[in-house]
């Protein structure tokens, strides 16, 4: 998606705003969300969801409303349940209803360890081998997906030189845009010079990101 | 005034009382468990936070092996404190060196390495920091107050795929005292996303 999420490298935006001794929740509905967009299953999309905000309500939304937003919109899209069946909730609850409980030892132990030493690796899958070698120079492809991408909209036809190579993982535009088809393929950590992305002079500035071999195409010569 | 006199509580929050109404209606239909949505909220308030990514810098500063294995593989330096899991599983760490300086963005999103850093500070997810930092990574860190040498080298890495990223700062002069637990105390969140250099007196 050409949205606003693609934030790199756009300007008109203000200074960045801090906060001293931020919680990891502002308010308590925040970690519900948190925990149940880990522990819930809606379907993939999980991104492309948010991409589909609009402009002005992406913009104008806290990170966790856009989580709340995909889990909505999956959840409804994926057959979980229907907005009629949501608004009735919210009506239930703003008349005092109590909300149930529910309890599932096994998954609530599971999400305690989940952070930690038992806590699983990166799962590996089979590819072709790579394409391109540390050292190559490579070009990013000008025209992107219309739908999920991680490529981001600032690379787009930019010269870059590959500085290392990761084994196999899907492809996530394909897994997103395709109900959770997998295609893995090799994946790199790019080098770009920033005067090569936006007119700067500022030397030794570099702008490093990672991008599927999908991403890229060999640059001749 | 009474809690019982209805009417009269501070009313929900769209926010809030979407979130209430979707976790009520997931629960019904047996979608989620409350406890386990419980143990997430618990796990991120307690356990998983910058303060384990302080532990691991601290380590590598005193002991040069150990910031080798950690340089090398992140993710199994990170394994060796106990520390792992899902925006975990890639785990880069770029080291600080005299005249380079490394800083972490997600532009796309906002990724961000959660089992040693924990949930990302609301700047970092906001659209100034992630549309700024990439192309003018010298004035963002200005505002930050980290004003860098002019021959200085930046580097700004950008997760957009499955690598998350750990800056690994520079040790602060005049801390050669200091034990491993007293420098980790130096470690801040923003250092390791490299918005700022530790600094003797300012503390996690």
Known sequence: VDGIHDLGGKQGFGPIVTEQDEPPFHEPWEGRVHGISLTGSFGPGFRHAIEQMGTVEYLTTSYYEHWLHSIVARGVRNGRFTRAELEDWERRIAAGEEAPTSSDPDLAAAVRTSFGREAAGPERYNAAPPRHAAGDRVRVIRLLPSGHTRCPGYLRGAAGVVESVHPPQPLLDVFENENGRLQPEAWYTVAFA?????QLDEPGHRVLVDLWESHLEEEPG | MSEHQHGHKRPKSPQQLR???LEALLTEKGLIATDAVDAV???????????????MVARAWVDPAYRERMLADGSAAAAEFGYGGYEGEYLRVVENRPGLH?????????CYPWPVLGIPPVWYKSAPYRARVVREPRAVLAEFGLELPGDTQIQVWDSSAEMRYLVLPMR????EGMDEEELAGLVTRDCMIGVAVPRLGVTA
């Not at chain 2, 909220?41 to 532990?55: K, L, S, Y």
């Not at chain 2, 800083?103 to 906002?110: G, Q, Y």
């Not at chain 2, 602060?172 to 801390?175: F, G, I, K, R, Y």
């Open chain 1, 194 to 198: 920033a005067a090569d992305l936006w």
């Open chain 2, 19 to 21: 979130t209430e109404a």
């Open chain 2, 41 to 55: 909220v618990e796990v991120f308030q307690n356990d998983v936070g910058p303060q384990n990514g302080a532990r």
């Open chain 2, 102 to 110: 490394n800083v972490i963005v997600c532009t796309l999103c906002s």
């Open chain 2, 172 to 175: 602060p002069d005049h801390s």
